[in-house]
């Protein structure tokens, strides 16, 4: 299950200012410039989003940005449209961006929301039972 963080966590971050959460990050270098492939955790927060600026500043210039979000399961709201206004920041400035492995409930809350754009295929959000699942029976309802 997907949940927006509570009101006790957004205040517990507020208290931690300063703490950063580093995801996982692979780096393929080319010369100059590099592809980064970052693996968020089970929490999209604000210390999380630190943590993902700091992993893209270190990198240096970075040409192709993959996030794959299959581990996520918490968003906190704020967190995550600042995450949005960073990756079109960064599409502004030549760099590919894409978001990757949004799991079910979480791509059906965000069905409207700015980060779709950076999701390169409609297929990685959702799926078709008939395709995905053979032998699938629709409800007699």
């Keep these: 299950m ?11 971050e507020e208290r931690s200012a300063h703490d950063r ?4 990050a692979e780096r393929a270098t080319s010369g100059a410039s590099c592809e980064l492939r970052v693996v968020l955790d089970h929490r999209l927060d604000m210390a999380a989003l630190r943590g993902l600026r700091k992993v893209i500043a270190d990198a240096g210039h970075v040409t192709r940005l993959d996030l794959d979000f299959a581990r996520v399961r918490r968003l906190d709201a704020a967190a995550l449209r600042l995450l949005a206004d960073d990756l079109a920041g960064m ?14 409930g979480l791509a059906e809350r965000l ?5 779709r754009r ?14 995905d699942h053979p032998g699938f029976l629709a409800s007699d309802r």
Excluded: M
């Design 21 to 24: 959460r580093i995801p996982w």
């Design 91 to 104: 599409e502004a400035r030549g760099v590919r961006v894409g978001v990757r492995r949004l799991a079910e």
């Design 111 to 115: 069905a409207r929301h700015p980060l």
């Design 118 to 131: 950076f999701t390169s295929d409609y297929d990685e959000l959702f799926t078709d039972p008939d395709r």
């Design 2 to 12: 997907i949940d927006y963080a509570r009101a006790e966590d957004v205040r517990h």
